[in-house]
């Protein structure tokens, strides 16, 4: 299970370099939430928290606004994919729990 744990905090990682490089580009008055990587790795973070409405147009004063919008596309679906992957888990082991001290219940009364 570790594995798992580390496949969902690194596969969202993986946007945040693209996103610094596309940000580079960036021209506008305000500054930009891609501005250095340690910003960008908290800028991918509110993203996944879905408060993106800033962020997103910002996409307009890079170069490459379509291809910001296709990341932020994949981005998006990934963390919906990776949030419902964790709650299937959850819900498979609380299931397991409640069947393991079911099973525990009925040894008990027999062997009284």
């Not at 962020?55 to 998006?76: G, S």
């Not at 990776?82 to 397991?96: D, E, P, V, W």
């Amino acid at each position: 299970m570790p594995h798992k744990r580390l496949t969902t905090f690194l596969l969202p990682c993986t946007f945040i370099r693209p996103y610094y490089v596309i940000f580079l580009s960036y021209k506008a008055d305000k500054p930009s939430f891609f501005d250095d990587p340690i910003q960008s790795v908290l800028a991918m973070f509110i993203m996944s928290l879905s408060e993106f409405g800033d962020i997103y147009e910002q996409f307009h004063h890079t170069r490459h606004q379509n291809i910001a919008k296709i990341f932020f596309i994949m981005y998006m679906a990934l963390v919906a994919l990776l949030l419902i992957n964790m709650l299937i888990a959850m819900m498979g082991k609380t299931y397991q729990d409640i069947a393991e001290r079911k099973n525990e219940w009925m040894r008990q009364r027999r062997s009284s």
